[in-house]
T-cell receptor, first 115, second 115 residues
Framework: DAGVIQSPRHEVTEMGQEVTLRCKPI?????LFWYRQTMMRGLELLIY????????DSGMPEDRFSAKMPNASFSTLKIQPSEPRDSAVYFC?????????????FGSGTRLTVV | AQKITQTQPGMFVQEKEAVTLDCTYD???????LFWYKQPSSGEMIFLIY??????QNATEGRYSLNFQKARKSANLVISASQLGDSAMYFC????????????FGSGTQLTVLP
């Protein structure tokens, strides 16, 4: 398996622009998580899905952020409009059985810079 | 609510020595899992080791072992025979089989292995 695939690896955009981050989970994993990593706040959960349905989006910082999972093999995280404080590394992770020894596999992350 | 505490922002260890990275946790779920991840400077999140709350024995994976003390709610990572390649950020994380399926991360410990 190719693992969790995120694209792009790096994104530089201007303030006010729309940004879309993409994630392909491991086949067969029915949980998908979006995390954000910053120096100030560490690793924080933004949202997670189970069987393509959003379960907990309490970590989404504000209405500028939205996430979708149209099918089992694809998810997007969109920021519109983007702001400099959104600069961070965004990780996607998937799991077949969270809480147990099936692990959470992380993608390589997308480093977002908003200027 | 779940909480993970890592009290060592930075640690130094001499090559070939053993080092212990501290982690304490808090959860109200009776069934949970504790994870350690390594994040090298390249940024990816690498799964190291897992301990289930009902596991009778401490988990081991090669040079990594987990010193699990359930009554004290601690899950310290022990790295034996440190190597230069062990220099990285290490995160402790908690997940439960109950309502909180996501991983909750600690703030991390930056380990530097000295030659």
């Amino acid at each position: 398996d190719a693992g969790v695939i995120q694209s792009p690896r790096h994104e530089v955009t201007e303030m006010g622009q729309e940004v879309t981050l993409r994630c392909k989970p491991i086949s067969g994993h029915d949980y998908l998580f979006w995390y954000r990593q910053t120096m100030m706040r560490g690793l924080e959960l933004l949202i997670y899905f189970n069987n393509n349905v959003p379960i907990d989006d309490s970590g989404m910082p504000e209405d500028r952020f939205s996430a979708k999972m149209p099918n089992a093999s694809f998810s997007t995280l969109k920021i519109q409009p983007s702001e400099p404080r959104d600069s961070a590394v965004y990780f996607c992770a998937s799991s077949s059985r969270p809480g147990g020894n099936y692990g959470y596999t992380f993608g390589s992350g997308t480093r977002l810079t908003v200027v | 609510a779940q909480k993970i505490t890592q009290t060592q922002p930075g640690m130094f260890v001499q090559e070939k020595e053993a080092v212990t990275l501290d982690c304490t946790y808090d959860t109200s779920d009776p069934s949970y899992g504790l994870f350690w991840y390594k994040q090298p400077s390249s940024g990816e999140m690498i799964f190291l080791i897992y301990q289930g709350s009902y596991d009778q024995q401490n988990a081991t994976e090669g040079r990594y072992s987990l010193n699990f003390q359930k009554a004290r709610k601690s899950a310290n990572l022990v790295i034996s025979a440190s190597q230069l390649g062990d220099s990285a950020m290490y995160f402790c994380a908690l997940s439960s089989s109950g309502s909180a399926r996501q991983l909750t991360f600690g703030s991390g410990t930056q380990l530097t292995v000295l030659p």
